[in-house]
């Protein structure tokens, strides 16, 4: 195929790539009862965590988490998302608890409410957490559940996820 036919071709292809999953649908709160199956044989809805990090999904995508490691520090920051993860969501929470289990052993993450002065977020009205913990220094990947987080009037407890894969 000559290239002065190859061009207009693959700009065709591209252009109909774009109406894929993202376009010219709104879920709105995302509140919407179904899953991401959009009957196009299989195509999985994933979104992409801001930071980098661990996504993990509450409820039936109505909101999310997003897990950030800081292993030189033994931090580990949790944010707190919309359902497409493009909106950080303020929440009342003080804190919540993940129980990490390495191996045998349990460890309780508590991660405290962190304010930011550039964004107006306080402890009670923000979507940022953190906890340190030596033990994160050197952790790679763990099961972990996120035993109980209110966000938006909406309680989810007992959410199951692997580090640093999530539940997506």
């Given at each position: 195929?000559?290239?002065?036919?190859?061009?207009?071709?693959?700009?065709?292809?591209?252009?109909?790539?774009?109406?894929?999953?993202?376009?010219?649908?709104?879920?709105?709160?995302?509140?919407?009862?179904?899953?991401?199956?959009?009957?196009?044989?299989?195509?999985?809805?994933?979104?992409?965590a801001p930071h980098g990090g661990t996504a993990v999904v509450l409820g039936d995508e109505v909101f999310h988490l997003e897990f950030v490691h800081v292993p030189e520090e033994g931090l580990m920051d949790a944010f707190v998302l919309?359902?497409?993860?493009?909106?950080?969501?303020?929440?009342?929470?003080?804190?919540?608890?993940?129980?990490?289990?390495?191996?045998?052993?349990?460890?309780?993450?508590?991660?405290?409410?962190?304010?930011?002065?550039?964004?107006?977020?306080?402890?009670?009205?923000?979507?940022?957490?953190?906890?340190?913990?030596?033990?994160?220094?050197?952790?790679?990947?763990?099961?972990?559940?996120?035993?109980?987080?209110?966000?938006?009037?909406?309680?989810?407890?007992?959410?199951?996820?692997?580090?640093?894969?999530?539940?997506?």
């Amino acid at each position: 195929m000559k290239l002065k036919t190859f061009f207009p071709i693959a700009a065709v292809v591209a252009g109909l790539s774009l109406f894929g999953c993202g376009g010219g649908h709104d879920h709105g709160a995302h509140g919407h009862g179904h899953g991401h199956d959009h009957g196009d044989g299989g195509h999985a809805h994933e979104h992409v965590a801001p930071h980098g990090g661990t996504a993990v999904v509450l409820g039936d995508e109505v909101f999310h988490l997003e897990f950030v490691h800081v292993p030189e520090e033994g931090l580990m920051d949790a944010f707190v998302l919309d359902g497409h993860m493009e909106e950080f969501v303020r929440i009342k929470a003080e804190s919540f608890t993940v129980a990490a289990t390495i191996g045998e052993k349990t460890e309780k993450l508590v991660f405290a409410a962190k304010g930011n002065d550039a964004t107006g977020e306080k402890v009670g009205d923000t979507s940022q957490f953190t906890v340190q913990a030596d033990w994160l220094k050197t952790a790679t990947n763990f099961n972990a559940v996120v035993e109980l987080i209110d966000v938006s009037g909406t309680s989810f407890t007992n959410v199951n996820f692997k580090f640093p894969e999530g539940n997506e």
